[in-house]
């Protein structure tokens, strides 16, 4: 199992490291790299947001592409960000407009310094509400142009921006009918991936309570518990995913772009594995404590076949409590500022 985890997780890593690249060289304030601007339509988005750059010092850039090949437009958003340090380094005080063509994706990329400001919730609602309804007419510059002016608006008057918040929390807001319903909805599958996840895990220390007392051969043991695995990650999955789904219905929205570093380093779920399998030895060691009718023994292959028959027949779980079974074109240039992922994407 260790060596399938471990091949498994190389794989992954492998594709991660293989798969990054160098981002473009951003010259201009506007790097229209997917043609979609006519020359009159790019030399005004140059002249505003250059203008906009010299007033206030923050760095509004847009970059059109063809295609993000292997990454994602979040990948693609941060890398470039990063790379070409848009905005000033001292106040990370830029914002990135990716937009890929091919792939109908765009992405609002914001510098540390402007995340209190254009936050996620912006972001996506400028997304969702200004640029998705003209890049469905395909009128790509006039969805650009008006987010453009948007953010612009937001950074420059701080009022405008806070009756923008207000509009996407009344969007956002659904009656207490709705919610109640939704609520049960969700608790049905949450209750159904419970039921499952208690049965099969009672299932597990009993497994582990037999190896320890000698009733269960230590190998037949550990084929049991890794088939357990498989309905234990199903049941997570039902209970988990309605918790997500809830969470951003009702408005308690996670940022999970602050945890791709885990993706740097996989060692945190060999700690989780482990945690969680010795937690659940633990569990054995005090039902058999508890009950204290069998000693400790160890027994590689043999097993008790009236204890097999009695514990695990009826579907193979068993209780924890009884053995029953249950600028300019020419002088841009980003000033070393950075982003940490804030932002939002958008597909059409």
Do not use: C
């Amino acid at each position: 199992m260790k060596k399938i985890l471990f091949f498994a997780f190389f794989l992954i890593g492998s594709s991660m490291v293989f798969g990054q690249q160098d981002y473009l060289e951003l010259r201009e304030i506007v790097t229209d790299s997917a043609h979609i601007f006519s020359t009159q339509e790019l030399e005004g988005l140059k002249s505003k947001l250059t203008q906009f750059e010299t007033e206030t010092t923050n760095q509004l850039v847009i970059l059109t592409i063809d295609a993000l090949e292997n990454e994602t437009i979040e990948e693609y958003a941060n890398g470039t960000f990063n790379q070409n340090g848009l905005g000033q380094k001292e106040k990370d005080n830029g914002i990135l407009i990716l937009f890929a063509k091919n792939d109908r994706e765009v992405r609002i990329e914001v510098g540390y310094g402007l995340e209190p400001y254009i936050t996620d919730a912006v972001a996506s609602g400028i997304i969702r509400n200004t640029m998705i309804p003209e890049f469905k007419e395909e009128n790509y510059f006039k969805g650009l142009d008006l987010a453009t002016d948007q953010i612009i608006e937001f950074l420059n008057n701080p009022e405008a921006l806070e009756e923008f918040k207000n509009e996407l929390e009344s969007e956002n807001d659904i009656g207490w009918g709705v919610g109640i319903f939704i609520g049960l909805f969700f608790l049905i599958f949450i209750g159904a991936g419970g039921f499952v996840f208690f049965r099969t895990y009672s299932g597990m220390v009993e497994a582990f309570r037999g190896m320890l007392i000698g009733k269960l051969g230590i190998l037949q043991g550990l084929f049991m518990v890794i088939f357990q695995m498989i309905p234990i990650l199903f049941s997570m999955v039902f209970i988990l995913m309605p918790l997500f789904f809830a969470m951003e219905i009702f408005g308690f929205n996670i940022n999970f772009e602050d945890y791709l570093y885990l993706l740097d380093d996989f060692s945190w779920i060999y700690w989780v594995i482990g945690s969680f399998f010795g937690f659940t030895v633990v569990l054995a060691v005090v039902k058999i404590l508890i009950k204290g009718k069998e000693g400790f023994k160890l027994s590689l292959l043999k097993s008790d076949s009236k204890y097999m028959s009695k514990t695990f027949s009826s579907g193979g779980s068993h209780s924890f409590g009884s053995s029953s079974s249950g600028g300019s074109s020419s002088s841009f240039s980003g000033g070393g500022g950075s982003s940490g992922g804030g932002g939002a994407s958008g597909s059409w």
